[in-house]
C-alpha cells in the first residue's frame, strides 16, 4: 500500500491535470481527501468524473455536481452508455493550460470506481485494460487518447487511514466472506436504501415497513428469506450476507434512463 502512495504521489507531480473518478451512487464516500490535499498542495487543476451517472437519477445527479462545484468542476460519464466522455475531453482541454506538447492527465481514485473504464470511454475502447477484479491495474500505465491526450492510470488507492469496510462493501472491494462486520455493512446498505429508494427495497425483498430502525428491517428481510435458526431465531448474518451479495450484484440498484 505504501509503494502505491508513493506511486500516486509522483502521478500527482508529473500530470498536467488530474481526475478523480468518484461513484455517482454515493460521490461523497468515494471522494479521496488525502489525495485531494495532494493535489491542492501541488497546485494541479483537477477535474472530478462521476462515474456510472447511468445508474443515478437525474435529479440526485445535478445536486451532487453542484456540491462538487465547490472543489472542482464535475463531469458526468457513464461508460456503459458512452454518455459524457466527449465532454469529459474538452474539459481537460479547457481546464489545461498546456502549449506545444501533449497534456499528461492523472487518473486517481478508489478501487472498482471504473477508472480505466473512463479512460477507455474518452481514448477508444480497449486502450487501457480493465477488469471487475479490485486492484487489476498493477501500477502506473500510458494511454494515448488523441487530442494531445496522454492518461496516466494508477491503481486504485486508499486514504492513509482508510479502514472503512462500509465503503470496501459498498463498492465491492471486499466481498461478503472478507467482510468482518457483515451485520455493520448490511445495515449501512439498508439505510442507504431507505433514504434514496425505499420502494426498490420494499418490492425487492417483499416487505413493507413504516418506521422501522435497520436492524428491524434486517430481521423482516431474514424472516421474508427463512433465514432461521433453531427455535424459530432469525439468522442476521446469512441476511446481511444476502444483502451485501445483492448490493454487489447490482441488483439493488435501479437503473435510471433520463441521462440528458
Known sequence: MASQKLLVKDVIKKADVLLEVVDARFPDETRNSEIEK??????????????????????????AKSRMAKIAPAVFVSSKERFGTT??????????????????????????TGKSSVINGVAGRGKASTSAISGHTKGVQIVNAGSRI?????????????????????????????????????????????????????????????????????EMIGLQCNFLKKKGKIDETRAAIRIINDWQKGLLHREKTDIE
Open 38 to 63: 495532494d493535489i491542492s498542495r501541488e497546485k494541479k487543476p483537477f477535474i472530478i468524473v462521476l462515474n456510472k451517472c447511468d445508474l443515478v437519477p437525474k435529479e440526485k445527479l445535478e445536486k
Open 87 to 112: 465532454m469529459l475531453r474538452h474539459k481537460i482541454l479547457e481546464v489545461a493550460d498546456i502549449q506545444g506538447r501533449d497534456i499528461q492527465v492523472g487518473c486517481i481514485g478508489y478501487p472498482n
Open 150 to 218: 496522454v492518461f496516466l492510470d494508477t491503481p486504485g488507492v486508499f486514504p492513509l487511514d482508510e479502514h472503512d469496510e462500509y465503503i470496501q462493501g459498498l463498492l465491492g472491494i471486499k466481498d461478503s466472506t472478507h467482510i468482518k462486520d457483515q451485520i455493520g455493512v448490511a445495515l449501512k446498505i439498508i439505510e442507504k436504501l431507505v433514504e434514496e429508494d425505499r420502494e426498490l427495497l420494499e418490492s425487492f425483498y417483499k416487505i413493507t415497513f413504516t418506521d422501522e430502525n435497520s436492524y428491524d428491517l434486517l
